[in-house]
């Protein structure tokens, strides 16, 4: 689903969804954060709690929130094999990031803002144990999708 602002370009709805939910974070241990919970429960990590990788988790989440299926999983680069890839990011769009290894199958995930020469801004979960934006490397990009049905 896309929302038109009527202020500008369209917006896909699960943007509103994951801005909303700017500023949750991971609760120190001993804690858990039960909306984490619920991002984890739309993914292959139902009932764990907010001590683990909960990137993919949210983007699941969020896109459920709108009505889209996201890849169930909690693999972060799950996303490559998702909807459709694209050539340039788009507003919104998930970003699949390496960590630290390109061949390895770790990686990170978020939602598309801008980006400049250098950087590569998201908007995600479990970015420095919150729900925010955050700069990361151009170089770190392995791709860009959106959803099959757009």
């Given at each position: 689903m896309i929302i038109d602002t009527r202020d500008g370009p369209a917006k896909p709805a699960w943007m509103f969804v994951a801005i909303a939910?700017?500023?949750v974070r991971r609760f120190p241990v001993g804690e858990t954060n039960p909306r984490i919970v619920e991002y984890n429960?739309?993914?292959n990590l139902v009932g764990y709690d907010d001590k683990i990788s909960w990137c993919s988790s949210f983007i699941n989440w969020c896109l459920a929130s709108a009505g889209v299926r996201g890849t169930g999983s909690a693999l972060a680069r799950s996303w490559l094999d998702w909807g459709i890839a694209l050539e340039r990011p788009i507003y919104g769009c998930i970003v699949?990031?390496?960590r630290e290894d390109p061949t390895s199958w770790?990686?990170?995930v978020g939602f598309y803002l801008r980006h400049d020469d250098e950087f590569i801004y998201l908007?995600?979960?479990n970015q420095l144990d919150e729900v925010r934006e955050l700069a990361y490397p151009v170089a770190s990009v392995l791709g860009y999708?959106?959803?099959q049905s757009f």
């Open positions: 939910e700017r500023g429960n739309e993914t699949v990031l390496t770790r990686g990170h908007f995600g979960g999708r959106w959803p």
